[in-house]
């Protein structure tokens, strides 16, 4: 559909009206939905029947979580950090206690611990059970884990979690190898077979927990059987790598416009990689990613990463897909058409909007024309409030969008956002009473920023243009 053929009727209104439903304070009050919890235990209790030794990088870990957390936009306010004495199995279950108090609907939260992990048998759960090892070796399951995580992933909008704690062992994984030293402790002989020194399950423990993992975000240092790395000058190897690529080394590699976390991930995995090349008797760990694998953790934050070298060879993505991914998916929202297949030059669109939760509606379009456009709200029609379970049937009589080609599909996303947006962010164009989006993965990019920064619900259509 081109927006420069739509018929655009009773001009009565001044253009712009809607660029003033931001603001710089607005902005501001909406790092209050951000929440960190940053645990690393580097130093144990000391315990002749169980001896674990200390790892020197953690230090450096907690360092490079604050790190991701301000990447995520995290108020140094709002990070507790529990660090070696402090993070026992007290510390730890007071702290997530807290941290589901504090925690609102549709808020984001980020939980990161380094340190020891362990694996042993438990023939009543039929495999290896691994663990995480808090100060005083009071271990956590990772079912357990899971199911103290559940409160707060039921009221956040996004649970982003990393672990950087291995679950394997054995004889070989326990001497030091050059810098590195393995992150894991007491592990059961028949446990103990790491395949990259010559089964971690979280995914599985969050689905047994019932944390809905469209809205949670899984990233592990290693696989089940694997052992990961820690660099007493350095930290862990994959957290040293996560904060490189926050920092800036990820490629948003699909010219979607954001660095999805499996874009995060892989790049981690190269760094990674290239960090263990030619360590004699290692063989790279990978990084395991489980959950809302499009979830854009800091693609909103600080400077646009670059788009990769060959972004324009690869297929242009389904970029409002990856919108609809950072939804809050307890945030319902319905979007109907009255025909979903428009004859050009003649049909009309007509829809009906519904919404869980009270509201802003926004829709954009990816036209047929490759275009993409802001058509609501508009400079006639700024009125885009929406009460919980209400219905809104759009356009209204002020405006009317009649099929105008070239013949295709419109792909239409819908959003009703907790907090008014600025389509100043779009750096767009007016046409007619439109906001049209820069047609370049930064349009996309801004796209993605105006309608996902806060908490949202989301849903998509595609209208099919006819001759």
């Known amino acids: 559909m081109n927006v420069r053929r739509l018929q655009a009727l009773a001009w009565a209104l001044a253009t712009g009206l809607i660029l003033a439903t931001g603001s710089a304070a607005a902005s501001e009050a909406a790092r209050s939905d951000r929440h960190a919890l940053i645990i690393g235990v580097g130093r144990y209790a000391e315990d002749p029947a169980r001896p674990v030794p200390a790892l020197g990088g953690v230090a450096h870990d907690m360092l490079s979580a604050r790190t991701m957390a301000e990447r995520m936009g995290v108020p140094a306010a709002q990070t507790v950090v529990l660090q070696d004495a402090a993070a026992t199995r007290a510390g730890v279950l007071q702290a997530l206690q807290a941290l ?80 590195w030293r393995p992150k894991t402790a007491g592990v059961s002989a028949q446990c103990s077979l790491p395949s ?25 240092s290693a696989r089940p059987d694997e052992v990961s790395f820690d660099h007493a000058e350095r930290g862990g190897l994959a957290t040293v790598a996560l904060r490189q690529c926050f920092e800036g080394d990820a490629r948003d590699l699909d010219g ?165 947006r600025d389509p100043a962010l779009l750096a767009g164009a007016a046409v007619g009473p439109f906001m049209l989006a820069p047609d370049d993965v930064d349009g996309r990019r801004r796209l993605q920023q105006l309608l996902a920064d806060t908490a949202f619900g989301a849903a998509r259509l595609d209208i099919h243009e006819l001759r």
């Open 100 to 179: 589901q108090a504090r925690v609102k609907p549709g808020d984001r939260v980020f939980v990161y611990w380094s340190g020891h992990g362990s694996r042993y048998l438990d023939a009543q759960a039929g495999g290896c059970v691994e663990t995480l090892i808090p100060h005083d070796l009071k271990d956590f399951s990772h079912a357990e884990f899971a199911r103290l995580l559940k409160p707060v992933g039921d009221v956040a909008g996004k649970l982003f979690v990393v672990y950087d704690a291995c679950h394997s062992g054995g004889a070989t994984a326990q001497r030091t190898l050059g810098p």
């Open 196 to 220: 990259n020194v010559r089964s971690r399950s979280l995914a599985a423990a969050a689905v047994d927990a019932s944390l809905g993992l469209a809205d949670v975000v899984h990233i592990a």
């Open 256 to 420: 979607s416009g954001a660095v999805s976390a499996d874009e995060l991930v892989a790049c981690a995995q190269r760094h990674v990689e290239q960090a263990l090349a030619g360590q004699p008797g290692l063989l790279p760990h990978h990084l395991t990613i489980a959950g809302n694998r499009a979830f854009v953790p800091a693609g909103f934050r600080g400077s646009a990463p670059p788009p990769a070298p060959d972004a324009a060879a690869l297929p242009t993505p389904d970029f409002l897909d990856q919108i609809v991914a950072q939804a809050d998916s307890q945030r319902q929202v319905r979007v109907r058409a009255e025909r979903e297949r428009l004859k050009i030059g003649s049909d009309a669109l007509s829809l009906a909007v519904a919404s869980s939760h009270a509201g802003w509606v926004y829709i954009a379009m990816a036209g047929s024309d490759g275009q993409v456009t802001l058509l609501f709200p508009n400079a006639l029609d700024a009125q885009h409030r929406i009460g919980a379970g209400q219905t809104l049937v759009l356009p209204r009589p002020a405006w009317r969008l009649v099929a105008g080609g070239p013949p295709g599909t419109n792909r239409l996303l819908v959003a009703v956002t907790d907090r008014p």
